[in-house]
């Protein structure tokens, strides 16, 4: 009998274990989209730690030059999904105004409060342009 509450406290601990750890990340919703940018439309994305906002997503992109490649992200803070914050560029890092959380620009790493990066997306070039989709 004393055996049987072993193997039961054993097995309530790793159920406690997994069920409040894990993941805390809110997932941003999966939007259809594609998106085409040009030089003219974005001058300042087409040089090296330029960024862009951009519509798109679910509450729209910011588009970053990081010297070789250009990084999307949405612009929906990962901090509370239901709100649908939108976050902003301050120099090097991005921000929600609501929650004060911050992500690094240059990968979208959270930097302060949030767990989760910013959702990217894929980008390609296309000779002198760049398309952005999901």
Request: aromatic fraction near 10%.
């Amino acid at each position: 009998m004393k055996r049987v509450g072993v193997y039961i406290a054993f097995i309530l601990s790793l159920v406690l274990i997994w069920g409040c750890g894990g993941n805390g990340c809110n997932v941003v919703p999966n939007v259809s989209f594609n998106i085409t940018v040009t030089q003219g439309s974005h001058p300042n994305l087409f040089r090296a730690g330029g960024w862009a906002y951009a519509n798109g997503g679910v509450c729209g992109l910011i588009l970053y030059n990081s010297g070789g490649d250009v990084i999307a992200y949405d612009r929906c803070s990962t901090v509370d999904i239901g709100q649908r914050n939108q976050v902003e560029v301050e120099g090097f890092e991005v921000v929600d105004r609501v929650s004060g959380a911050k992500w690094l620009l240059i990968d979208g790493s959270p930097s302060h409060i949030a767990e989760c990066h910013l959702k990217p997306y894929r980008v390609s070039k296309n000779g002198v342009f760049y398309s952005v989709a999901n």
